[in-house]
């Protein structure tokens, strides 16, 4: 289990914590992009599967299964002032490394990934700047060691990264928290 | 031999397509489709509860997760034996519906009008000028100072350098026709819908309980219960009557004012004459009477009834064993094993080739609304033959790339305007405290079925066979292989094959004029132009939008 802590912030009336109910609240979105059915494709998805079945969440933060949308998430993240993506990164590293990216790291180091859905992600980025509203986004991601093979499942060094990068998203949001107050 | 142009590969989700055509003499002189990537989603689902296919399949396309999830339960509806509750129906039909007016709107100008509207011409647009454009052409028209303002936006976005979707555009090739107050305009809109469609998307939040995955389909009806209240329907109707204000104001002037300058291409595109359509938007629970009604036009003859029994896929050119073409219910999915060769004369796609009764047919909008027009569904023949007169066109011009785009905005609005009636329906049978969204049922030991439905894309079908309550086969034919599938054993080619022959090429270092045939079947994917030029050697590679 991960740290109730939004279980509390959602249904603690007066606590200082809790943004609920406050309107000019950032709003937050957490998003998983990926295809669970190439194996570990699908890491980001099962990180906010793994989310939204042990938190409850403040009304401000919306955790969306992205799957392989691309552009067509641009409805989905255009109303976010801020973005936490979850996905496979490749970024010459081993299988299960984890990597955060931020700011200016993000259009340079995920250009020459080998990964549609990611560019797409770029593109509907840089239509919200076009739109007057981009999301201040960090991606998180990990290593992936295979995503050709057909299997809805992760490769088990994969699986044992999703608990961590789960609990790192938690603490993004910590960190937002405390940003707000 | 003429230059070989390529269009290449570089998405993962389904449709990896790659497209080689053939110029000379300033034209396509053949062309060839390519699927590159092999979908073993057939294999993986064997031995699965049935209740659970819809999860997977709705995963197998980057775009179409809804329509995979809605052809899978019908399927299994169908093997056993269900008939879902009318409410299920109509929240079905409204989901559906919502879907065709984002994606439509979403392609008309976020994948395809750049095929036609050139962004820098609109830099050097005089606003005034486009002030009066829009007073004759827009239902909603807009002043000078609205078209500055965007064209300073534009000249900010494009000073930043951050390009994105308009980095590596053929601006300024010659094939542009649009004055730039029209490419203005045009821009203008584009902006535009980029902010209704991020409010179209919530229409299917508001039955889908999720978006972009809804989770509210079952076996047996839908799950959206808690949203059958007044306040919910009023929202998701407030949104509906938005994005119908747009379909009727903007988008289907903006297709006539840019169509009228490109009547040309009202005869290119369009060298097919077969078309198939299963219908969808069942007007009833025995879903006999559709708005969007089945059939299969023939070499252009008038349409006839469509039966599945003739639906047949060969692998004649994929890379597949070898063997005769096979009915859905008997379709198999195996790749020859090792290394596979892109040959043009052999074997060059992972798609099969679909053909009813034997013959390649095209899907989609146009199909749709040239069997909706055969069949005089009601209101279609006059909005056809209005838009027609509109433009000064002949009816053979439906019959083209541009009767294509046409066709897609076209259905829009027949689509969108029912929309209205099925919620009346909806609100009437809560009222009446008729609430019932699922019918309960149980799993038999054997069944098959399909189920049949047209997205927007084209018609989709899903076959499945169930023993010991398992499945035991499960083949699916989706649009773009009925489109962007290869030639069959008789040696005759897909529709887009067909429909790029004869294309002009003023530039084969730009090929804009095949993209705009491409885009106009909406495949799912980005592309990237690779054009390989035998005589200098020369290689291009230009990223495509």
Redesign the interface.
């Given at each position: 289990m991960l740290t109730p802590l939004y279980k509390l912030r959602a249904t603690i009336d007066g606590c200082p914590y809790c943004f609920t109910g406050d309107k000019m609240a950032e709003k937050i979105m957490v998003l998983g992009v990926g295809?669970?059915?190439?194996s570990d494709?699908g890491f980001g998805i099962r990180v906010v599967e793994k989310l939204e079945s042990e938190q409850i969440f403040p009304d401000n933060v919306t955790v969306?299964?992205?799957?392989?949308?691309?552009?067509?998430?641009?409805?989905?993240i255009?109303?976010a002032d801020r973005l936490i993506v979850v996905d496979t990164i490749l970024n010459h590293g081993k299988p299960g490394d984890i990597h955060r990216l931020e700011g200016d790291a993000i259009p340079n180091r995920i250009l020459g990934k080998n990964?549609?859905?990611q560019?797409?992600l770029?593109?509907a980025l840089?239509?919200c700047?076009?739109?007057?509203s981009v999301p201040q986004t960090v991606i998180i991601g990990v290593e992936p060691q295979d995503?050709e093979t057909?299997?809805?499942e992760l490769t088990p060094a994969i699986a044992r990264q999703v608990d961590i990068v789960a609990k790192m998203v938690i603490q993004e949001l910590d960190k937002l928290a405390l940003k707000t107050l | 031999m003429g230059n070989r142009i390529t269009i290449d590969p570089?998405?993962?989700?389904e449709g990896h397509l790659k497209i080689e055509v053939e110029v000379e003499n300033g034209k396509v002189k053949d062309a060839w489709c390519s699927g590159q990537m092999f979908r073993?989603?057939e294999?993986?689902l064997k031995g699965r509860d049935p209740r659970d296919a819809h999860h997977?399949v709705q995963?197998?396309c980057?775009?179409c997760?809804y329509v995979h999830a809605l052809s899978s339960v019908r399927a299994v509806e169908d093997a056993c034996k269900i008939t879902i509750p009318d409410n299920a129906r109509l929240v079905r039909n409204l989901i559906h519906g919502a879907q065709f007016q984002?994606d439509h709107i979403?392609h008309f100008y976020?994948l395809h009008a750049l095929d036609w509207v050139d962004i820098v011409s609109a830099l050097s647009a005089d606003p005034k000028k486009a002030e009066a454009l829009s007073a004759n052409t827009s239902g909603r028209p807009q002043k000078s100072d609205y078209f500055k303002s965007v064209q300073d936006?534009l000249k900010a976005?494009v000073g930043s350098g951050?390009?994105?979707?308009f980095n590596n555009g053929y601006w300024g090739h010659s094939a542009y026709k649009l004055p730039p107050e029209a490419n203005l305009m045009a821009t203008s809109h584009y902006?535009e819908a980029?902010?209704l469609?991020?409010?179209?998307?919530?229409m299917h939040a508001i039955f889908g309980g999720?978006?972009?995955?809804p989770q509210f389909l079952v076996v047996g009806g839908v799950t959206s219960v808690g949203d059958l209240t007044v306040e919910r329907i009023k929202e998701f109707e407030d949104i509906w009557k938005e994005t119908k204000d747009f379909v009727d104001n903007v988008y289907l002037p903006d297709l006539l004012a840019v169509a009228s300058f490109y009547k040309d291409w009202g005869a290119i595109g369009g060298n097919n004459s077969s078309f198939l359509c299963y219908g969808d938007f069942a007007n009833d629970s025995a879903e006999k009477n559709k708005l969007m009604p089945s059939g299969f036009i023939r070499n252009k003859m008038p349409v006839e009834e469509m039966t599945t029994d003739k639906v047949t896929e060969d692998v004649t050119k994929g890379w597949y064993e070898k063997g005769d073409a096979k009915h859905p219910f008997q379709g198999e999915t195996k790749p020859i094993q090792g290394e596979v060769t892109y040959n043009t004369d052999k074997q060059y796609t992972w798609l099969k080739a679909p053909r009813y009764d034997g013959l390649a047919a095209e899907v989609g909008p146009l199909a749709r609304v040239l069997v909706a027009y055969g069949k005089n569904a009601p209101g279609v023949q006059a909005l056809v033959d209005s838009t027609l007169k509109k433009l000064g066109v002949g009816v053979e011009a439906l019959f083209s790339t541009l009767g294509r785009t046409a066709a897609r905005g076209l259905e829009t609005k027949i689509i969108g305007d029912s929309m209205g009636g099925w919620l009346e329906s909806l609100k009437a049978n809560i009222a009446k405290g008729d609430k019932k969204t699922y019918q309960s049922w149980t799993m038999p030991k054997t069944g098959k079925g399909f189920g049949l439905n047209d997205v927007p894309r084209g018609a989709l079908g899903h076959w499945i066979e169930i023993a010991d309550g398992k499945i035991k086969n499960y083949q699916y034919v989706v649009p773009s292989t009925w489109n962007f599938g290869p030639a069959d054993a008789k040696g005759n080619k897909g529709p887009v094959e067909k429909a790029l022959i004869g294309t002009p090429i003023a530039d084969a270092s730009k090929p804009l004029e095949v993209l705009r045939t491409i885009h106009s079947y909406d495949p799912c994917i980005?592309c990237a132009v690779h054009v390989i030029d035998p005589h200098t050697n020369e290689t291009y590679k230009v990223s495509v939008i």
């Open positions: 295809n669970i059915l190439y494709d969306v299964d992205g799957g392989v949308l691309g552009v067509n998430l641009l409805g989905v255009s109303g990964s549609m859905h560019v797409d770029l593109e840089s239509l700047r076009l739109m007057g995503i057909l299997n809805p | 570089i998405t993962r989700i073993g989603i294999i993986m997977f995963r197998s980057g775009v997760t984002h979403v976020h936006k976005f951050q390009l994105g979707p902006l980029l902010q469609q991020a409010k179209a998307a919530k999720k978006n972009p995955h980005a």
